[in-house]
């Protein structure tokens, strides 16, 4: 059987499951989406710990901790002000909620003790042939018990909501970082973590899978396979969320497009109704190369006035010849917008 060409990863699987437009949007039109203080946030924090976990800032771990608080650490300190003012979401109380995700972070056996630990933000690569399947993903952090032939898988996470039903009974995430271990070390039994940093107490939840699952798993990638590679247009209108009834706790149906009828909406209590990025229209710039392939994507810069052309986009333009910059308009989504021509998509 041929090589699949794309790969797998638990995200993109996640997000076939959940709405086929969404996919659409997000890996065939690579649209730009506006990323939640909440992702941001949980960026930050993994930058932090990923340096952290290096021996040589052994020094910083110690002064964050000593001082329960990140200005124990200077640099970390200016690093997360920096980061929080550059996406224009510094505040005091922001920057408190990142100081506590961090705390929560290093205080959780953040050097995994009598374990073995390897570096941080592994990247595993698996291309199987039977049943045939071409997967990738990183591990914030992985560790062995050697005596007791165990691989702890850890991974951070910054939602403010823990795994319920289905979403933790069949956790794509955990059972892709499951499989990866089992390739790397076939003799031991993985173990996946989630440490949920808004959680100081009990963070931690714990998943772990038979043989028999993860075998059934691999059938499932393949099927996944199939799907993506040949995915189009005609399947990006047959699945919605919106059509969708929600299963246990997760956050899945219509949960994923928001219940607001138009973008800005608020709430009782003054803040923004939440909705899903691609539910509206909206203007946007693409980066054309000189064969007319689209290279990325970008909103309009809204602090500079006249020609609003992102700066991403021109900064990675310089010294392209042929390449181009256009300004570009999506239609919605067809599922609330089924009246829109959307036969440019």
């Known amino acids: 059987m041929a090589r699949k060409t794309k790969k797998l990863s638990a995200s993109r699987i996640k997000t076939l499951e959940n709405c086929s437009w969404l996919y659409w949007c997000n890996y065939h039109l690579k649209l730009p989406d506006t990323t939640n203080s909440g992702a941001l946030k949980g960026t930050i924090c993994h930058a932090v710990f990923e340096w952290l976990l290096h021996k040589k800032h052994a020094r ?44 929560t972070g290093l205080k959780n056996d953040f050097f995994a003790e009598g374990k073995k630990l390897f570096d941080p933000e592994y990247e595993f690569n698996i291309r199987n042939d039977e049943p045939s399947y071409n997967a990738m993903g990183f591990i914030d952090k992985w560790a062995t018990d050697e005596e007791n032939k165990i691989v702890h898988i850890y991974d951070y996470k910054s939602s403010k909501a823990k795994f319920s039903g289905e979403d933790y ?71 919605f969320a919106a059509d969708k009834p929600q299963k246990g706790g997760g956050f899945n149906g219509q949960l994923l497009c928001g219940f607001c009828n138009k973008p800005g909406e608020l709430k009782k209590d003054g803040t923004p109704k939440w909705h899903c990025s691609y539910r509206f229209p909206y203007d946007y710039y693409a980066l054309v190369d000189n064969k007319g392939k689209m290279i990325k994507t970008a909103f309009a810069d809204e602090t500079v006035t006249g020609n609003k052309e992102p700066a991403i986009l021109k900064e990675l333009k310089k010294g392209k010849r042929g390449w181009k910059i256009e300004k570009r308009h999506y239609g919605g989504c067809p599922r609330w917008y089924p009246k829109r021509d959307l036969t440019s998509f």
């Open 169 to 239: 009974a069949s956790n794509v995430q955990a059972m892709l970082y499951s499989l990866a271990a089992k390739k790397v070390h076939p003799d031991y039994v993985p173990i996946v973590t989630f440490v949920f940093l808004r959680y100081k107490k009990n963070p931690e939840q714990t998943i772990q899978f038979d043989q028999k699952t993860l075998d059934g798993f691999e059938h499932y990638l393949e099927l996944c396979q199939d799907k993506i590679d040949n995915f189009s247009y005609n399947d990006a209108i047959n699945n």
């Open 60 to 103: 910083q771990y110690t002064m964050i901790i000593t001082a329960d608080h990140i200005t124990g650490c200077p640099a970390i300190d200016r690093i997360v002000k920096a980061f929080l003012r550059k996406y224009n979401i510094y505040s005091q109380e922001e920057y408190d909620t990142v100081n506590d995700m961090i705390l």
